[in-house]
């Protein structure tokens, strides 16, 4: 009897135990292969670091590749060919972040669901509805499969497949094992996908929905000045001849009567993700004349997301006689984005051009359109299924995206709205980076660039016989009318479709100015007193660009040093334009004592955004505080508050104008403020307001250090496998911008001297390595944190690297399941 | 000694074929070798120290550690209960297919 229970109770154990051992329970994985010492989650452990030795194959290659990694990791890969270099580039970024890869090329794709399930569906509608897929397609197909163009992404998906394809258990990454998936096969077209995803990330902007949303309560005239098509203080990137930055006062009407029409319109535009001006990029070189040692300088740092690991990969190829460049990479992309060779050096920072338009359309039905209506015709509208299927193919939703001849076409409340977007047009290009790595030269490098046609940016670069220029890349469109691109434009006729593009040779640009440096912060690239044609609106301030400047106005001499002492510079001319605003309305007013003593405590502060600094975060309490008490015209009914922020430039317009009606606050009627009194309302309730979250201004939790912080996320957003709350030098608009969620900042520090043999340094946050657990994962976070930059390794040749070597990888010539 | 040997066994049977070796040798041990006292028990400790070893093994050459912190913080669970669960894993799968495989030798006989 006992024989037969025990029996029994073996049976269900054991049928238990197979159950939860192959299949997913729930969010858990199947057991049995996650448990498994050998092959399952501890294996992860094993393949942390990369192998003293390691040999593969891959199809296709057409000669032997040697891999060989230095002491930061960074994989030096000499090949015979440029394609063969691009193979082996994609092998070992495969190597060390294939989830990223995945995930970044699913994003762009619209295909999330289908590895992490249904949470992902929003993010694979936006992504479907934006036609970022569809625009995939039609400039892959457009491709010329003999062109570089088509050659290059093809041959890094060689070296990600021949990865995959012999991919051991013990080699799956972690996060594949928490998912409980394999990787799927690399597709060319995902590169294409990528760059599309950075398209949206740097080129999408909601600029006609804030402007509208602001014409809907205070009138177009208002709307426009509080979101200037020229920014207020002329600092641009293209000099203009001034030693000083020039501030162009037009007085901001007062508010005018809403138009209940645009806010029905504005409410329609889907709001970008973009939270802050962390968001934004730095560069900057200086001429022979103005560094010490005679040589070009340049500096670069992209304000990106900030992820675990980098959005950047770092890496060296070489093609004798042919290839020679280092730099960073984004995985998926098959040659080096920015860099250098042994002649030139480049970086980029977004132009924040509008490249972006919106038409009202009139359809054919309100609910499931299929025509429109364009010059007092009906036209029909390109319809496209779109299924979002789930971890094991099953469909987990439907849908139809619809696009008339200008793009996609999206309904909310009630209206239906197509788009314009330079990022969903032309062809997939990888040949503009593979001919800027072989320039030779600044001019051959803007020649490689002239037809790069989006993400638009401002390309800076410098070569070794001292010459520096920067130029705008991208295709900037040519509007009807009065060139505007910040106003919705009737769908109905053809009038309101683009004439056409800027000619490369109007661009914002210089090349070795007098002035014997250049430098870009995302400001209006060109004076419109030099060039009045529509760009964009609604530009930075150019804070970092004021403080750049003035840095390297007051050096003649600049060192290597000296521009990555720059790079996190903790001076505001924020701060410098703010504060003396502050403490003269606070003099100016007759407060209480909490005012006064405001005043003397924001008095006390260097204007600098230090780690151990205890007033910053004063002064950026009374910044949070003037929106809610100055835009109260703007207050959105439903929620008390504005829910629009216009530019500050039209903040900077009014301190001109002290009188001005916007300062009045329409919620106390029996009173008229102006300019001091809601300044100074501001910094009191600042002060009130610290003083309640973090106690008396001694403590030290009003350190800045307590205050703002870098929050670097894992991709999966997994808290164990981010480095959050990383104090940081630098504030809002300062170089090194530290600011809101903290989850954006100096994705890539590079400086480059270009010298008789180029030297560089540089780092990012994180490390080479995707694996969590890998002591490559976060090794540059330190260095980084502390504004210290990497000496970068540039060997002439593999024996150079002797001493310095950690891991050699050979690649060989062979087929597929080799 | 015998425990000594089917551990072995089960050690490189997981390494060559995975966890559903565990299953399958303790349940070819059942049936083929002959009974003894506490036969199923013992499977079930040669499984763990199979698998105990192969950590073992794994945490000397490589951050094993390092892994467990982060995934004791990544599932809010004691790293020692993770171990614990790795563990009682293979002994439940030797012990029920080892007895499961005796059984069916005495039904046999």
Known sequence: MIARLRAALAVVILGLLLWVGARPTGPLPALGRFLDPWHGIWAVATTAELPRSAKAS???????????????SVPHIFAQTETDASR?????????????????????AGRLTEMVGPSAIEADREARDLGLPRAAEHKWEGLDSSSIDSRLPRAFADGVNAWIDNLRSRDLPLEYRLLDRWPAHWDPINSTHLFNRMGYTLAYSDLERSRLAAQALVGAEAADALFPINSPIQEPIQPNGQHAPRLDYHRVPPPGAPDSQALLIASTIPPSDESDDALGSNNWAVGQKRSKNGNALLAGDPHLDLSLPSIW???????????????????????????????IAWTFTNTEADVLDYYQETVDDSLHPRRYMLDGKWHPLELRPEIYRGRHGEVIATDTTRYTHRGPLRRMAGHWLSFRWTVLEGIARSENFARAARARSVGEFEDAMTDMETPAQNMLVADRTGSIAIRSTGRFPIRPGDGRGDVIRPGTTSESDWTGQWPVAEYPGARNPAQGYLASDNQQPIDPRVNPRYLGADWYVPWRALRINELLRADSAVTPDDMRRFQTDP???????????????????SGDDTLARAAALLAQWDRRYTRDNRRAVLFEAAMEELPALLWDELDDPRVGRPTITPSFGAVIELLQDPDNPWWDDKRTPNRVEHRDDI????????????????????????????????NIYHLLR??????LEIPMQGGPSTLNPSSGSGVFGASWRMVVEMGPEVRAWGTYPGGQSGNPISRRYLDRLPRWEAGELDSLRFPHTADELSGRTTATLELLPGSRGD | MRSALIALVLAAATILLGWWAVPIVACVGGLLLAPRKWDGARAALAAVIAWAAILAWTAATSPLVKLLHQLSSLMHLPGWALIAVTLVFPMGLAWSAWTLGREVREIGS
């Open chain 1, 58 to 72: 891959i199809p296709h290659l057409e000669h032997p590749v040697r891999v060989i990694y230095d002491d930061r």
């Open chain 1, 88 to 108: 082996a580039l994609g092998y070992v970024v495969a190597r060390d972040r294939l989830l990223q890869l995945e995930l970044q090329a699913r994003a762009g």
């Open chain 1, 313 to 343: 990969y770092e890496a060296h190829l070489v093609v004798p006689g042919r290839l020679d460049v280092y730099g960073v990479t984004v995985p998926g992309a098959p040659m080096i984005v920015l860099g250098f060779n042994r002649d």
């Open chain 1, 571 to 589: 001076g505001s001319p924020r701060a410098d334009w703010m504060v003396p605003a502050f403490l003269a309305a606070a003099k100016a007013v």
């Open chain 1, 679 to 710: 300044l100074a309302a501001s910094l009191r309730a600042g002060l009130v307001r610290l003083l309640h979250e973090l106690g008396e201004p001694e403590n030290d939790a009003w350190l800045w250090s307590h205050n703002r912080h870098a």
């Open chain 1, 718 to 723: 997994i808290p164990a496998f981010s480095a």
